[in-house]
Every structure is written in C-alpha cells, then in structure tokens.
C-alpha cells in the first residue's frame, strides 16, 4: 500500500467513525434466550454477563469455532465511553478439563485476553445481526491479536492501547468503526506505558543475553584456532 491509499484509507476511517451513532452503552444483562448457536450466561468467573457465539461455518485455518465474550465492566477514555472485555476462542471438540466451578468445558475457552471495545449491551441481545458483527467480525482473533500486538508498540500509525473499536451503524447499515481518540487514550495510559516499558527492558536483556552468549562462542573460535596454529 503506497502513502497515497494509506492517507486515503486513514481519511475514510476517520470519517467513518465520526459519522455513526453516538454510542451508549447498556448493562441490562437480564437475558437468558439460548439460540443454536449463541449463549447469554452469567459467568462463573465474577457473575459478569457473558456471550458464546458457535461458528457452524468457521474457516477451518482459524482453529476456533467459538468465540466467548465477557463483558466487565464501563470506563471512560478519550471522553467516551467503553466496556472493559474478556475474549477468549475454543472448540466444541476441544478436549474438555473441569474447572474450579466443576464445570467441564475447554481449556482456551478460560484462555482470556483482554480488551476494550464499544458495544450496545441491549442490542447484543436483541439483534443477531448485530451480535453477529461483534462476535465474528469485531472480535476475530486475527484482528484483535493485531490491535493488542499494536497496542505494545511505542510507535504505531494507530494508537490502540486495548482498544479495538466498536460495531454501530451508518446509513442504516452495521459496520465496525475506530475512535482516534479512545485509541489515543488507551494507548498512553499509564497502565500501557508501564507495560511498554517492562516489555522494552526485557527485549534489551534478552538481546544482550544473545550478544553476550555470541562473544563467547567469538572467544571459544579465537582460542580454537589459535590452538590449530600451535601459538
């Protein structure tokens, strides 16, 4: 992609964001409707609302089916409002452990990473269209691994922290959309700049553990040749 259609791409995001529905979140997690293929639950982990969304037709190169969605709590960033999320991606045929509720279910289903993301609680419920959009496309592995990736850069063309945008509507139809200034927000608070920091010391140790074991190994090739050339 050349500078041009990057600028381009960046405008129509911007645009794209300003121009949806103000988003207002809603924390009525009084439903317990169970579809084929979506679960509203309480979770066993802090009795936080909770969503399994199943793939029946999951791209088989993406080694999930099922994509669990636990929603926290609200906070306020960039003058926005957002929930806090647990995600997490599993099978149905993956091997099953019981776990400290005495439940039986997978492993990666407890594999959690953490995110922030704009979502209409109520309409999660409600709208299949919409929850559809959330699960599968707002929180596809692949594209929230990248923001998270993205979020450990100190320099990065879009500043995220956690955040990973949000679902809402324009001209009546749902699309995905990203605050620059939830992003920003995210991105440089202080818990994030903190986690930069560590992971930047550990990189410059490891890197040193690496040069220093190459100037052994520089040293032991030395002192072997110096032996072959009976010095």
Known sequence: MGFLDKFKKEKNNNLHSNTLQQYVPNLDYTSTNVESNINYSTSKRGGNFQVDYYDENAEFDQFYDTTRLVIKN????????????DVSWYSRDDCQIKNEAGIWESRRANDYSQVLAQIDVRRLQTDRNYCTMVMKGLLNQKRVEKYLEKGLQEHTERPCGEYIGGVGERNGKLSKFFSEKVGIAAHYAPYM???????????????????????????????????????
Request: charged share 30%; glycine share 6%; proline share 0%.
């Open 74 to 85: 609200t906070t306020t960033l960039g003058g926005q409002q957002v929930l806090s999320c």
């Open 193 to 231: 700049a903190n986690r930069r920091n560590v992971l930047k010391t550990q990189q410059i140790s490891e890197n040193q553990r690496k040069i220093d074991n190459y100037n052994k190994q520089i040293e032991n090739l030395k002192r072997e040749n110096e032996n072959l050339e009976g010095r």
